[in-house]
């Protein structure tokens, strides 16, 4: 057997590498560009509000793909098809393949009475165009249809499977994974390999093409079918990011990193309204852990503890650092707030101390904000933080039941109460936490479209 070094050195198993690029165009609901080594496609999906007649009534969907290679996507320009006017056999088949792919993962039912329409135009051709078209263009689809998901055109996620597809075949008498056109054009068998995540086929397209093949050399070759499609899912889950458990209907989950109850009950109330699970440490069975707050800010302090929880959790993690900044204390007693009276020391030691400190200074005198920072810290170690403050005065003395810490001596700018006395509602919609939380819910918006 001649054993023949691949092209760009690769080895039999392995794939070209990847870039998959969402959100490539503007106007299409879905928009991809895919590029396997030199094989560049864009991928769109559109969603048009009707399907075909066959189908009136009926309340099911439809998926539909038109497939198409560029003039200059090959070593010589390729006539348009729609100069010669008519689609040619290849273009014709390559498209119903897309078409079936994308349909086998998807319930139409749930989709309801509309089309996807799939666009696969190559931009460029070295090999693999209609599997890297198939790979691409179901994120497409999936971000086409988590967008009638989040906006509520649908109830329920149709997606049932992720999809990908490979090419493989017998290149000088070796099996390859991958093959770029020189293998192709030299590949004594040829085969294309459709498949889903949970490792089934959707469809299999393999052809002797000089000779006969063994059933042997099949089970070889579905084997590297089973091993690219593998990566190349990996590939669409690391590009659709979180919101790839969304399109699987799994439900995305977030941890709030605070031992305090306080803080989780409102935050919890922050973020109800969203479609999202929110766990605490102790739902996770994490009992007091402790977390240094070694940071020299609020920003650092609160990265500090969703790292961490990230960290052992693996999940999405929100952590929040927080304090009340006096001003005629310089802003103390600042990210030292749960501490100020000593390690471990109680509110009601905290306030004591500093009601002390203000002693004989008069209202006007006693300004003063809490602060909120949160971090996000995503299983991919995207993180980002924000910040809301809430400004207002410390009273003379305690007053009311409500809340927690420094609430019962906060009075908030526009009330006459403090938050130990206001409708726990009202604080939620004014405090610096809700602030923070807004911005925070705007951010996590843009990275898991909830
Ligand atoms: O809305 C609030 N109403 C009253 N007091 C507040 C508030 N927000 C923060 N605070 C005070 C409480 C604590 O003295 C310090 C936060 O310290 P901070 O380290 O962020 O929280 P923590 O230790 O209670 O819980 P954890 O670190 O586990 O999240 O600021
Ligand atoms: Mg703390």
Redesign the pocket.
């Known amino acids: 057997m001649v054993f023949l070094k691949r092209i760009g050195g690769r080895k039999s198993d392995e794939l070209r590498k990847i870039t998959i690029t969402r959100d490539y165009t503007k106007y299409a609901e879905g928009s991809v560009l895919i590029e396997m080594g030199d094989t560049k496609v864009i991928c769109t999906a559109s969603i048009e509000d009707k399907v075909p007649p066959f189908l009136k009534n009926t309340g099911t969907g439809w998926i539909t793909a038109e497939y198409s290679m560029l003039p200059r996507s090959t070593h010589s320009r390729k006539v348009r098809e729609s100069s010669k006017g008519k689609i040619d056999g290849r273009t014709q088949e390559i498209q119903r393949l897309i078409g079936r792919a994308l349909r086998s993962v998807i319930d139409l039912k749930s989709l309801g009475e509309r089309t996807i329409w799939i666009d696969c135009d190559v931009i460029q051709a070295d090999g693999g165009t209609r599997t890297a078209s198939i790979t691409g263009a179901f994120v497409a689809m999936a971000d086409a249809v988590y967008k009638l998901y989040k906006d509520k055109v649908i109830k329920t996620m149709p997606i049932t499977s992720f999809v990908s597809a490979v090419s493989v075949g017998i290149v000088n008498g070796e099996k390859i994974l991958d093959l770029c056109y020189e293998e192709d054009s030299n590949a004594q068998v040829d085969m294309n390999i459709v498949m889903t995540n949970k490792g089934e086929f959707v469809e299999i397209q393999g052809t002797g093409e000089e000779f006969p093949f063994t059933k042997e050399d099949l089970d070889c070759l579905i084997n590297l079918g089973q091993i690219g499609n593998k990566n190349l899912i990996k590939a669409q889950k690391e590009a659709l990011g979180e919101i790839s458990k969304a399109i699987l209907g799994e439900e995305i989950e977030v941890v709030i990193?605070?031992?305090?109850a306080?803080?989780l009950n409102?935050m919890r109330n922050m973020l109800s309204e969203l479609n999202i699970k929110v766990l605490s440490l102790n739902d996770l069975g994490f009992k007091e852990?402790k977390?240094e707050?070694t940071g020299s800010t609020?920003e650092e302090?609160?990265l500090i503890?969703a790292r961490e929880i990230m960290k052992r959790t693996g999940k999405i993690s929100i952590?929040?650092?927080?304090?009340?900044m006096v001003d005629v204390l310089g802003g103390r007693?600042g990210?030292y707030?749960?501490?100020?009276a000593g390690e471990n020391s109680t509110?009601k030691q905290?306030n004591e101390k500093l009601l002390k400190l203000l002693n004989g200074y008069p209202l006007e005198k006693r300004g003063a904000r809490?602060?909120?920072s949160i971090a996000v810290v995503f299983p991919d170690k995207q993180e980002f933080t924000v910040k809301g403050t809430?400004e207002g005065k410390i009273a003379l003395s305690p007053r009311g039941e409500n809340?927690?810490?420094?609430?019962p001596i906060?009075i908030v700018d526009g009330y006459d109460k403090t938050?130990g006395e206001i409708e726990k509602d009202v604080?939620n919609r004014i405090?610096?936490?809700a602030k923070a939380m807004e911005k925070m819910k705007l951010e996590l918006e843009k990275r898991i479209l909830l």
Request: glycine letters at 6%.
């Open positions: 990193a605070t031992n305090n306080h803080k409102e852990i977390i707050e609020f302090n609160a503890k952590a929040d650092d927080s304090g009340l007693p990210i707030s749960a501490r100020f509110d905290n809490f602060v909120s809430c809340g927690f810490g420094y609430d906060f938050f604080k405090s610096h936490r």
